[in-house]
């Protein structure tokens, strides 16, 4: 095994026992989560929501706390990282209480990636640590004095602010050891450099620690000395945004007294928080769970608070301070570095899963609130506003949305793109209906969060649409029933005060059956006008539902087929065997239809609206081109399509024009002759080659089929690829990450010193011939491994002994052509434009004796507003609803712009 997998073992060790522990620590306190949401929503919403924005305010000055001073020592870590790390530090913490050395192990970690010193990074983040006790030592001075002066300090207070400025003393003279006493800081570092070789020789193990270790280690600690003892000013500036961090805590302290109607006095308020963070900082369990918000509630009652108030002051508190950044560190950890190139299992479908159970639950939710009436001071707000009817309206569209949130759960599993954006539209609808249908914050709020955690999820749903088979409508059928059924029985069995007839289980499914089996006389008495409204919203409900089975039973015979494995596999005979390109091989992606003509050639086409767009020119013998041609165009008057062709080859031209059609050229092919590539040092694909592999980068060539593991790792990258451009996938024109597609493609990858995938290209192949495809990598990866990768491929097939190399389509050249639809070709032409420019190829083939081949759109004369449009819907890949009804605006656009 390579130190670059050993590496990826171990993260991926560290991840399982941190998503344990998280799930560990969220069951075993769960009783007091629910206490705390309890709690909380006994306060007055306006007041919490400003305590937890000037909790955000807290956070982001802490965050810069630890940015500034990793600053002064030479660590230079952007805000946008360091924000991240904060909160997944705090989380780590948590999980794995080590004194804070964990948390401290986030920080070390973005640091090495960014090639930091991790001593400097260390120690910056103890100098944060100096300065944050530093400023919360003039709260807790006026905290103690306070309660001095009150006679109500205890001894056991006066020893944890002992315990505290020790603490703090022995954290400054270890970073000023270098400075203050160098011969005693070698003695320390030579100590721990053999107690650690001994260690791990027990373990028959090599130490980690290098023999250059303590000459590093020793200079860092000087020069971290003398970074603080030079810099006072910068000290000051870092003491200053430590104690505006501390005054937002207090004032988020404060709202909260608000919150419950309590008004307190400075000196009581001031008491309690500092006893509080105090025995949070000096006390051995994680983060103080269970004994934080016991001493503040006991320094308050002591000075006056009423006991009730001060035990839910404390916990609402101690929700916004521990919880609240908790859940987020979880979260963020799962977006940095350390952890986004692991394992897609471990690290990306749990939380895949776990959203898509959570979006299941919220159409329970959904559903539950439905049948429950809100109080009575809610429905006199809300019909001041509205009339009855619409309060109504409001409770059947939050149970619709229920409904579609139950559906969409199952794409969300399977990370489906549209089920994404669906799932985002009905969680905003469901959080208007719930507020407009009685003020249900609480639901709005929990859907908000959700929705929050889905588009930070958002490159994880990259999955297209299939041809929905008839077993999937069958499968919305039977959970519509369900659905139906849950709703019915639930809203008997709970309001079963607002009928004459008390509804057990058994007599709440009784009556449901009834309903449907005597429209005339259901037997249903309401006794209010909420029980009259909920046994006439039944029959609604469940038109509304079936109306959308109808639909996706329907689909299936609405929607056209696409190729099967048994006609694909005969298209890739004929690809393969004919095929004048490499680019042939995007004939063969999941979009595509065939068409097989006599002669034995085949033309690859997808079908948008009344166009069918073709990929490239008919794939067979050159004699059988022109008669493939008119039959196909013959097969397109029949069924009333209109022809367009994609990319065809100067070669073929005449035949299109005497087809009667319309030709342009778009762009250009980009062919390398293998035999004209040198490597000479000078040349600029060696020199990359070169310097990359000089810091520790190599490039490895994966034969198909592809292992599941290396899947994972590109499916990783290509995801932070896309979040990285703001795209999303294309297809039709260009290749897409279609996991079955690419496990059966070469592919070339770039690895870091520490082995981990960081960049990879995907090839295609025909005829003496190499192409690449897919050229995805890290945000943070190597500046040059793009045209590393590049050089790579053309290397290893120089060295296969093919002939040619294609980089692939590069759109221009639309514009120049005298066209009588100059509209629609310089809209093709943008378009083009804009689909390819995310590949940057063109920029890295400085040093490629390289060559450009012309290609052309061919399509009917006056259909160049049509073949535009048909090429934006084939490129953007959307499916069914989404397709539809995106093409309205697209074809309003379109035609103002075409004028």
């Known amino acids: 095994m390579s130190t670059g997998e050993r590496t990826s073992n171990k993260r991926r060790w560290v991840w399982r026992f941190l998503f344990v522990a998280f799930i560990w620590l969220v069951v075993t306190q769960f009783a007091e989560i629910e206490k705390l949401v309890l709690t909380a929503s006994g306060g007055h919403i306006g007041w919490l929501v400003l305590a937890m924005v000037f909790q955000l305010f807290y956070y982001s000055l802490y965050s810069n706390v630890f940015r500034k001073a990793m600053r002064m020592l030479g660590v230079v870590l952007p805000w946008w990282i360091m924000l991240p790390s904060t909160f997944a530090s705090m989380f780590v913490n948590v999980v794995a209480p080590l004194g804070g050395a964990s948390g401290v192990a986030v920080f070390v970690d973005q640091a ?47 020893i944890a602010a002992a315990l505290l400025l020790i603490l703090t003393i022995l954290m400054t003279s270890t970073l000023l050891l270098g400075l203050w006493n160098p011969a005693l800081l070698r003695k320390l570092l030579e100590w721990a450099h053999r107690f650690a070789r001994v260690l791990f020789g027990w373990f028959s193990r090599p130490s980690p620690l290098t023999p250059d270790w303590i000459d590093k280690t020793f200079d860092d600690f000087v020069g971290i000395g003398e970074a603080i003892r030079s810099s006072p000013k910068d000290l000051g500036k870092l003491f200053l945004v430590s104690f505006a961090a501390y005054s937002m805590d207090l004032v988020s302290l404060w709202m909260i007294f608000r919150a419950f109607g309590q008004v307190v006095h400075f000196g ?96 329970v939710m959904n559903m539950i609130s439905t049948v429950l009436p809100p109080r009575a001071w809610r429905i006199a707000l809300v019909e001041k506003i509205f009339s009855i009817e619409t309060y109504y309206g409001f409770y059947i569209i939050t149970a619709l949305a229920g409904f579609a949130l139950l559906m969409l759960a199952d794409g969300l599993w399977r990370r489906k793109q549209t089920a994404w954006r669906l799932t985002l539209i009905f969680l905003a609808l469901s ?13 709005a709020l929990l859907l908000i969060a959700l929705g929050v955690w889905l588009v930070i999820l958002k490159p994880n749903f990259h999955a297209y649409s299939v041809h929905p088979p008839l077993q999937q409508g069958v499968r919305v059928l039977l959970a519509a029933l369900g659905y139906i059924c849950l709703y019915g029985i639930a809203g008997f069995y709970l309001l079963d005060t607002h009928f004459a007839q008390n509804y057990g289980l058994l007599e709440a499914t009784a009556q449901l059956v009834k309903m449907f089996s005597t429209f005339r006389n259901p037997g249903v008495v309401a006794l209010t006008p909420f029980g009259e409204y909920f046994s006439s919203s039944i029959y609604l409900v469940t038109g509304l539902v079936l109306v959308f089975v109808l639909i996706m039973l329907m689909r299936p015979f609405v929607l056209r087929v696409p190729a099967n494995d048994k006609v694909r596999a005969r298209a890739r005979k004929v690809i393969e065997a004919e095929g004048k390109s490499s680019m042939a091989g995007y004939a063969l992606l999941p979009d595509k239809l065939y068409c097989f003509l006599p002669g034995g050639s085949v033309i690859a086409y997808t079908v948008k609206g009344v166009t069918a767009l073709v990929f490239g020119d008919p794939i067979g013998r050159q004699e059988d081109f022109a008669p493939a041609l008119t039959t196909f165009l013959g097969q397109c008057e029949k069924k009333r399509w209109t022809p367009v062709f994609f990319q065809v080859r100067l070669d073929g031209l005449q035949n299109y024009k005497q087809a009667g059609l319309d030709t342009v050229r778009i762009g250009d092919e980009i062919i390398l002759d293998l035999k004209e590539m040198n490597w000479d040092a000078q040349n600029a694909p060696a020199a990359v080659l070169k310097r990359l592999e000089n810091l520790g980068y190599t490039a490895h060539f994966h034969a198909p089929p592809l292992e599941d593991h290396l899947v994972d790792d590109l499916q990783v990258v290509s995801d932070e690829w896309l979040t990285t451009m703001h795209l999303l996938e ?79 389509f590069v759109a221009g050249g639309g514009k120049s052509n005298a066209h009588p639809d100059n509209g629609a070709v310089d809209y093709i ?70 004028r």
């Open 112 to 158: 090495i990636r960014r090639k930091q010193s991790p001593a400097r990074t260390a120690a910056g983040a103890m100098l944060a640590l100096i300065s944050d006790f530093s400023a919360f030592s003039l709260i807790l001075i006026t905290g103690l004095t306070f309660l001095f002066y009150y006679k109500d300090l205890k001894i056991y207070e006066v």
């Open 268 to 363: 009581v308020l001031v008491a309690g928080f500092s006893m509080g963070i105090l025995f949070w900082v000096i006390t051995i369990t994680p983060q103080g769970i269970g004994l934080v918000e016991g001493m503040m509630a006991l320094v308050y009652t002591s000075l006056g608070v009423p006991a009730n108030l001060a035990t839910v002051i404390a916990l609402t508190f101690r929700g916004l301070t521990f919880w609240l950044p908790f859940f987020l560190g979880f979260i963020f950890l799962q977006v940095l570095p350390t952890f986004r190139g692991e394992s897609r299992t471990e690290v990306r479908d749990w939380s895949v899963r776990i959203v898509a159970l959570l979006t299941a639950l919220a159409g």
């Open 431 to 443: 959080v208007f209906s719930n507020l407009f249908k009685g003020l249900d914050y609480g639901e």
């Open 730 to 808: 294309k297809r039709f024109s260009q290749g897409w990450f279609d996991e079955s597609f690419i496990r059966q493609t070469p592919v070339v990858v770039a690895q870091d010193p520490e082995g981990r995938v960081v960049a990879f290209a995907s090839l295609l192949t025909c005829r003496g011939e190499r192409g690449i495809d897919l050229l995805r990598n890290f945000k943070d990866a190597e500046e040059g491994v793009r045209k590393f990768l590049l050089a790579a491929a053309v290397r290893q097939a120089q060295q296969e002994g093919y002939e040619r190399f294609n980089f692939g």
């Open 829 to 898: 032409a943008k378009h083009l434009d804009e689909v390819f420019s995310s590949r940057d190829i063109s920029s890295h083939l400085d040093g490629f004796p390289v060559r450009f081949l012309p290609r052309f759109l061919a399509f009917p004369a006056g259909m160049g507003r049509r073949a535009a449009l048909a090429l934006v819907r084939a490129d953007a890949g959307n499916e069914f609803i989404e397709d539809y009804l995106q093409d309205a605006w697209r074809r309003a656009w379109a035609t103002r712009r075409f």
